[in-house]
């Protein structure tokens, strides 16, 4: 649900791609979020992959407050990240 100023209460649900993808040359497994930008992997198993892929999206989604702009005006939106069902 998102409610803002004058914003009615709405429900917004938007899927993230994540490409999880084995290098059978290292023998590792890798992630890729390309809406974010975020790159990562070298994990002996699928699975370690997408948890640390979880950790990184989480990560870049919580900003960096010496970017953040003092004069703005500000809304929080609570993002949650799940792998899909």
């Known amino acids: ?14 899927m993230l791609r994540v490409e999880l993808f084995h290098d059978g040359e290292a023998g590792n497994w890798h992630y ?3 809406a974010l930008h975020v790159n990562g992997g070298g ?3 699928r ?6 892929c979880l950790a ?13 702009d003092s004069d703005a ?11 899909a069902a």
């Open 1 to 14: 649900m998102l409610s803002c100023g004058s914003c009615r209460m709405i429900s917004v649900v938007s």
């Open 43 to 45: 994990t002996a198993a």
């Open 56 to 68: 990184a999206i989480a990560f870049a989604l919580e900003g960096d407050p010496r970017d953040y």
């Open 32 to 34: 890729r979020v390309p």
């Open 47 to 52: 699975e370690d992959a997408e948890r640390e």
């Open 73 to 83: 005006e500000t809304v929080t939106f609570d993002v949650r990240v799940a792998p």
